[in-house]
């Protein structure tokens, strides 16, 4: 099973976006696998879209969140936990990624697929989408 964060899925579906072609090839390489996000991705892709840089449906986005293996809705405890790693690492995180650490620890994800290079400070996570 993988994570998606935001920079990934964002960059599958703008086109100009600088990592398009590169989230192309790696979600080939992802077809067949278990994929999990959490509402925080959610919030982040649909604030980054808009007319001119999105071109498509914007009820297919939000199915193809909701159709993910797991979609994950953060509890209250999941938020203080969030809020714990995100002293621990001193803000040099930031507190939506501490939400996806959360989500990531909940389900024993080790994996990413993210262009996010904050997630390589993060000791046992393999981020897939390094350049």
Same mark, same amino acid.
């Given at each position: 099973?993988?994570? %998606?964060?935001?920079?990934?899925?964002?960059?599958?579906? /703008?086109?100009?976006?600088?990592?398009?072609?590169? @989230?192309?090839?790696?979600?080939?390489? %992802? !077809?067949?696998? &278990?994929?999990?996000?959490? #509402?925080?991705?959610?919030?982040?892709? %649909?604030? @980054?879209?808009?007319? =001119? !840089? $999105?071109?498509?449906? #914007?009820?297919?986005?939000?199915? =193809?969140?909701?159709?993910?293996?797991?979609?994950?809705?953060?509890?209250?405890?999941?938020?203080?936990? &969030? *809020?714990?790693?995100?002293?621990?690492?001193?803000?040099?995180?930031? $507190?939506?990624? *501490?939400? /996806? %650490?959360?989500?990531?620890?909940?389900?024993?994800?080790?994996? #990413? &697929? @993210?262009?996010?290079?904050?997630?390589?400070?993060?000791?046992?996570?393999?981020? /897939?989408?390094?350049?």
């Amino acid at each position: 099973m993988i994570f %998606l964060d935001a920079s990934y899925i964002s960059s599958l579906i /703008i086109k100009n976006d600088p990592f398009y072609h590169i @989230s192309e090839k790696i979600e080939h390489y %992802l !077809n067949k696998e &278990a994929k999990i996000t959490n #509402i925080t991705v959610l919030v982040e892709v %649909l604030n @980054s879209v808009n007319s =001119y !840089n $999105f071109h498509g449906n #914007i009820n297919d986005l939000i199915k =193809y969140f909701f159709d993910m293996d797991i979609f994950d809705f953060l509890t209250k405890d999941d938020y203080k936990e &969030a *809020c714990v790693l995100f002293r621990y690492y001193g803000g040099s995180i930031n $507190f939506a990624d *501490c939400t /996806i %650490l959360q989500s990531m620890q909940n389900h024993e994800i080790t994996r #990413i &697929a @993210s262009f996010d290079k904050d997630f390589d400070k993060i000791k046992g996570i393999q981020r /897939i989408g390094k350049i």
